[in-house]
């Protein structure tokens, strides 16, 4: 919780999405634990390039940044073999340009896609190679999840890879979403406020019109389909 609220995340925050004030949208923590290299079956982990939110290339250029800004603060040691987060530099623009042509009116907005999927599989092979991203504990990598990225296998057998999630969007910004997820963030928003401290509560949109309020709206129209 004191992570959660730490003024630095804050500040980053504003610093990526370009506003003067950012409000909390979803955290997370995740741990990966070392598996043989000889692990095979449904157990075994495998690449899976997806993204989570789409965006068009306006809104990612926009000032203040339509898209959610995530924080990942490394609590352990990030090496080649221990898990590295994968990602296609630059794939975020090349998307969001397709995005911009088929979606528009419904963008932003968190949505899962899968590298294989049809909306996006044609673009894979045009797209930078796939990087790791390596660091040390205590660092912090800052991304869109609008780029195209995916977990890989904990192969170091002398440690767990652990990381904490942070998102924020600019004050303002409404992002679309999955019903449950939407829902999920309003029964959460309402569980963390009481648990800051005071003077980090504005990190949590409250008044009539805001973003949690607009979450609610934003439920019952969510569309079934891409």
């Known amino acids: 919780l004191d992570v959660l609220q730490h003024p630095n995340l804050e500040q980053a925050a504003k610093q990526v999405l370009r506003a003067g004030d ?3 949208f979803q955290t997370a923590a995740t741990a990966s634990y070392p598996e043989p290299l000889s692990a095979a079956g449904k157990n075994a982990t495998r690449p899976h390039f997806h993204i989570d939110t789409q965006m068009s290339l306006a809104d990612f250029e926009a000032t203040p940044r339509r898209t959610v800004g995530m924080m990942w603060l490394w609590l352990t040691d990030v090496t080649p073999t221990r898990a590295p987060l994968m990602f296609h530099p630059g794939s975020h623009r090349t998307i969001a340009t397709t995005w911009d042509a088929q979606l528009r009116p419904l963008l932003p ?7 294989q999927d049809s909306l ?5 092979p ?7 991203v390596l660091a040390k504990a205590g660092q912090m ?13 904990n192969h170091d057998p002398s440690g767990v890879r652990k990381v904490f999630l942070t998102t924020f969007t600019a004050a303002g910004v409404t992002m679309g979403g999955p019903p449950n997820q939407l829902e999920g963030k309003v029964t959460f928003d309402s569980w963390l406020l009481p648990r ?6 504005h990190l949590i949109p409250t008044a009539k019109g805001t973003e949690t309020d607009t ?9 079934s389909k891409l």
Do not use: C, N, Y
């Not at 996006?120 to 894979?124: E, Q």
């Not at 045009?126 to 790791?132: E, F, G, S």
């Not at 800051?196 to 509560?201: G, N, T, W």
């Open 109 to 115: 907005r968190v949505q899962g896609v899968a590298a």
């Open 120 to 124: 996006l599989s044609h673009l894979v």
């Open 215 to 223: 979450a609610k709206a934003a439920v019952g129209s969510w569309p």
């Open 126 to 132: 045009h797209l930078q190679p796939a990087t790791p």
């Open 141 to 153: 990598t800052i991304l869109t999840t609008g780029v195209l990225h995916s977990a890989s296998p």
């Open 196 to 201: 800051l401290r005071p003077e980090r509560r």
């Open 22 to 24: 950012v409000h909390f």
